[in-house]
């Protein structure tokens, strides 16, 4: 092995431990960790790697994922001389966090002699072009030369103890599938199994977000309604699962509507995608699902962008509006938000947090689901109630 198959991985979190360096290990590649602290980089290296449960086809299959070498970001130097001889730099951190890693890697990628493509691993359409741009303040000499792009994993990864003071494991999915935004790419990417370069980045995106994500949400968020802690336990309530799979259909009838039938898929990716929420080893919960609902509540993402995406396609969004209510009920416990729900109402939420205007035809519709929650509970009885005023009132006329 030479010192050029190397690939630095920057973020040792589920996606950055249990896809990534899993992935690049098994291509054959030397993997350096950057760590966010030092005694995260002290334990890695101590131990050589990290545990992995891959859920399989065939079965549950534990694997040691190492040798893995960990340097924390604190030692610039060190991170700088491992960028500089990588053939292929991932990031994988969350969106928020990429203005704290650019003038980490900016050095680095400033000393590589050649092109080298950096890929962010956060299941954003524009990651890579915004990191791009934000390298660009730390070393405008040398960004043009890379590649930044995007890249979306197909991979459910969760972390888990045995007891406490048991060492994390990663559980995974077996999948292995990662889009990687193509006309952003500078350099060939190292042969890596499932590592696919895509040209409408977007879309890819956009399915992942309208269908799987939707759905996942709306088992976290209606789960919690019914007063489920995993997840599994959630896509087995009939009444959760019905409007799980109906807000899939409302994500894909609008990506059809824009990309075609085949790409938005059927009836089987549904079925397949709930399947993917089912396994109970993963331990996926609630609330780890559901967190940080005002985000995930933003116009292009995966309840309001899917619901508004089917509106424009004539579909009428009632389930994904019911969603929409019950992330707003799920999200009731921050006390900011349950003051200005009080105080101002559903649609004036709506549009500080998510940027759909109040007076919308959606957020009339989410404002009556969630009255309808709030009175009731029921999950069937609201989305039945919102259908029928749907035929008797033209709530979404505009």
Known sequence: MNRAERCVVVGAGRIGCGFVAERMLEAGLDVTL?????????ALNRNGGVWVRLLTRAGIRDQFVGPL?????????????????????????GSSQLPGVAPIIAPGLAEHRGPVNVVVVNNQADAGS????????????????????????????????DGPGAPLRFVAEGRIGAAVEARSLRAALPRVAGLRPVGNYSAHVQRKLYVFSAGH?????????????LL?????????????????????????GRYGPAFAGGPGRRLAELAR?????????????????LRKLGVEDRILGPALLAASA??????????????????????????????????????RYAGVPSSSAFARLVNRAFTL????????GTRAALATDLDETPLLAS
């Not at 604190?74 to 491992?82: E, N």
């Not at 929650?373 to 069937?380: F, H």
Request: hydrophobic share 45%; proline share 5%; net charge neutral.
């Open 217 to 229: 949400a709306a088992a976290a968020y209606l789960g919690a309604l019914r007063g489920h802690r």
């Open 277 to 293: 929420f089912r396994q109970a080893a993963l331990g996926d919960t609630v609330d780890r699902v559901g967190r940080d609902p």
């Open 130 to 161: 915004r990191l791009k741009e934000l390298v660009a303040a730390h070393a405008p000499e040398s960004v043009e030369r890379h590649g930044y792009a995007s890249v979306l994993v197909d991979r459910i990864v969760t972390a888990q103890k």
């Open 69 to 93: 070498e960990a340097v924390p970001a604190d030692d610039r130097r060190a991170v700088s001389r491992r960028i500089a001889e990588s053939s292929l730099v991932t990031i994988s951190v």
């Open 373 to 380: 929650l709030d009175e009731t509970r029921s999950i069937s």
């Open 34 to 42: 950057v760590t966010r602290t030092v005694e995260s980089a002290e």
């Open 314 to 351: 004539g579909i009428l969004p009632v389930s994904l509006a019911v969603v929409a209510a019950a992330a707003l009920q799920f999200g009731s416990v921050n006390p900011v938000l349950s003051r200005r729900l009080r105080r101002h109402g559903v649609p004036d939420v709506l549009e």
């Open 232 to 256: 599994p336990r959630a896509v087995d309530d009939p009444e959760v699962r019905a409007v799980v799979l109906a807000a899939m259909a409302e994500g894909q009838a609008g990506l059809a």
